[in-house]
């Protein structure tokens, strides 16, 4: 069973930054892909990025430019830098083990981080 730890949300100003961070347990970290995904209240989850083990990446429209998601297979960790924020960034943030082509999540859900952006 993969644990999924997600740390890092809070509340921003529009404009703001944070960065989003996924703790996994390690032993299959290095082999797979990973994603950050948000759900936003009374919608459905969402793909925001995702990357390869070999590093490459793939964002949905809405963040490109934006957002930055990398990964430290030393640390088994995952991270998501999130530049100017916009309201419609609110949601409740989660990492998951992906899946390509389409980056299906593969795993039990972690608790998520809420992001919440003001206006």
């Known amino acids: 069973q993969v644990q999924l730890v997600e740390s890092g949300g809070g509340l921003v100003q529009a404009g703001g930054s944070l960065r989003l961070s996924c703790a996994t347990s390690g032993s299959i970290f290095s082999f797979n892909d990973m994603g950050w995904y948000r759900q936003a209240p009374g919608k459905q989850r969402e793909l925001v990025a995702g990357?390869?083990?070999?590093?490459?990446?793939n964002y949905a429209d809405s963040v490109k430019g934006r957002f930055t998601i990398s990964r430290d297979n030393a640390r088994n960790t995952v991270y998501l830098q999130m530049n100017s924020l916009k309201p419609e960034d609110t949601a409740v943030y989660y990492c998951n083990v992906a899946s390509r082509p389409t980056w299906s999540a593969l795993t039990s859900w972690g608790q998520g981080t809420q992001v919440t952006v003001s206006s």
């Open positions: 990357i390869t083990t070999g590093g490459s990446t």
